[in-house]
């Protein structure tokens, strides 16, 4: 399989270069140059498959020409070695529960993948391959996870000081080995410049191998894809999947993207939802045809705050610039710090489930949106003890934090303190060589 740009202005790549590029030269984001549908018999036996199964079976359409089928396979079955539970909620509203893996958010998911598939085209390699990723919170700790102890690779965190949750932080400040924390005074949009600018440096991409595994990367992003397929599975068992509406917590649009290639696959999902919390550049776009990026603000939703969502791109380009097609397939939601709460609490109140305040924005979207005939799965895309302080504070209680995360508290955090000029960051780089 061939990759394009989504700013055609730079040559095809393969699926390496995709990959080990991150983005492409002209600065735009990678797309396969075809989406196959699955066959027909596929739907018709898939609530008979396992998670692994069915991602195979996806993981084949996108991967299965680069890829050898048994490597492949390894793959994906070492990536999913944890469950995504359909769990309801309400009558006719499920949770998708993404978060069963080592750091608790579906980030695990395209962040264990790469690390696998980089560590297979990095394997004849003598210099090693330098992951750059920026974070606002799950990010960092789902690829500095992921790609923890893989030989040949080494991973720099890029975050925002005092910006995202202690928990969030002690899950990639504390493993040593091959992950660096760097602590940039500034947002998370500093950060994701930072990388980016860093990519397009000449100078530093002569003298180190640069890569990025933000959502990006088609290696994290396509395989976010498989879970949407799963969900399906789930809920044609229980026979309820003939009008399934999907609702996605967004902030850079990977995860929602990857469900749009879903469908394209053939997959029947009637519509999507991308849920924003106040950071609602796509919310406004969907309104009023016109995309406006501007900084991002802080919320409760923090992987959330996102100003100018890098997978716009991909959405734009999926639907061919028609903002028609867009809306005809997704709609939009929006909500404040103070929408979240309320609903975190009513829903812990009314049912006995737990949301994350991402989640919450999911669950609200489809509360508010979903028609009679139809069901309502969202993604809940972390687990709510990730978000302890907050959700404590909504519930005015306790909550139990899961033993993962109990251990990644128990390190000493290590990181390195940088400015958001990028002559700072280029200049600690260099002397890494
Ligand atoms: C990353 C993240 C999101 C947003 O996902 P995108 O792919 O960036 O849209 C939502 N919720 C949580 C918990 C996240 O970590």
Do not use: W
């Not at 270069?17 to 140059?33: Q, T």
């Not at 699955?38 to 299965?64: C, M, R, T, W």
């Not at 608790?104 to 394997?123: E, P």
């Not at 809940?380 to 959700?391: I, N, Q, S």
């Amino acid at each position: 399989m061939k990759y394009y740009s989504t700013n055609k202005q730079a040559p095809l790549a393969s699926l390496e270069d995709a990959v080990i590029k991150g983005l492409a030269s002209d600065r735009g984001l990678y797309m396969p140059e075809v989406i196959k549908p699955l066959p027909k018999e596929f739907y018709d036996n898939i609530e008979n498959l396992s998670f692994q199964e069915i991602a195979y079976q996806v993981a084949d359409v996108f991967f299965g020409e680069d890829i050898p089928a048994d490597k492949l396979k390894e793959i994906v079955y070492d990536t999913l070695n944890f469950d995504t539970p359909v769990v309801k909620v309400t009558d006719n509203i499920y949770s998708l529960e993404l978060f069963h893996g080592p750091t608790l958010a579906f980030k695990d998911v395209g962040a264990r993948f790469m690390a696998r598939l980089t560590s297979y085209y990095t394997r004849n390699q003598n210099s090693p391959v330098n992951v750059l990723v920026a974070t606002s919170g799950d990010t960092g700790s789902a690829v500095a996870n992921g790609f923890l102890g893989v030989d040949g690779v080494h991973v720099y965190v890029l975050y925002p000081k005092g910006k995202v949750s202690p928990i969030q932080e002690c899950q990639f400040t504390t493993l040593g080995q091959n992950i660096t924390a760097i602590e940039v005074d500034g947002t998370f949009d500093d950060c994701q410049a930072l990388v980016k600018a860093a990519f397009m440096d000449k100078e530093l991409n002569d003298k180190l191998m640069l890569t990025s595994a933000n959502s990006i990367n088609v290696a994290r992003f396509l395989p976010q894809a498989f879970y949407y397929f799963y969900a399906y599975a789930q809920l044609k068992k229980m026979g309820k999947a003939d009008e399934m509406v999907v609702c996605v917590p967004s902030g850079n649009f990977g995860n929602i993207t990857a469900g749009l290639f879903g469908k394209r696959m053939g997959l029947p999902i009637k519509r999507f939802i991308a849920a924003n919390n106040r950071n609602d550049i796509f919310y406004q776009y969907l309104q009023t045809g016109q995309y406006n990026p501007r900084p991002s603000v802080a919320t409760i939703a923090n992987a959330m705050d996102v100003g100018d969502p890098s997978n716009f791109a991909r959405v734009l380009d999926l639907y061919e610039h028609s903002h028609k097609a867009i809306t005809s397939e997704i709609s939009g939601a929006t909500y404040t710090d103070e929408q979240i709460r309320e609903t975190v609490k009513k829903v812990y109140e009314e049912t006995g489930y737990l949301l994350d305040p991402h989640g919450a924005c999911g669950y609200r979207a489809l509360d508010e949106g979903l028609k009679p005939e139809e069901t309502g799965v969202f993604l809940e895309t972390a687990h709510p003890a990730k978000f302890l302080e907050t959700v404590e504070s909504i519930l005015g209680s306790k909550v139990e934090i899961p033993g993962k995360l109990q251990e990644f508290m128990k390190g000493e955090k290590v990181s390195i303190e940088m400015t958001k000029e990028f002559e700072d960051f280029k200049g600690y780089l260099r002397q890494k060589v």
